[in-house]
């Protein structure tokens, strides 16, 4: 539900865009961290927050990180 978001925001068009694994924060809401391969042997770690059902509000990518490898370890950034 984020890729367009990324898309604009890091200026790039992304043929694949799967994530691979993910880890989750609860804060007033919850905080994803998701590692995804977005091209080639290419992969991205973005942090995407969902607000709290109340709010009625979708995900919403807070930050990324490029020049990731499959094997990087998921960390909270």
Do not use: W
Not at 12 to 27: D, P, S, W
Not at 34 to 53: E, G, M, N, R, T
């Amino acid at each position: 539900q984020v890729k367009s978001q990324f898309e604009s925001q890091a200026n790039t068009n992304c043929v694949v865009f799967t994530a691979i694994e993910y880890r989750t924060q609860v804060v007033a809401g919850t905080m994803y961290f998701i590692k995804v391969q977005d091209c080639d042997a290419a992969y991205v770690h973005l942090k995407v927050f969902q607000s709290l059902p109340c709010e009625n509000q979708g995900p919403s990518l807070v930050s990324f990180q490029t020049g990731k490898t499959r094997d990087d370890p998921l960390t909270y950034f």
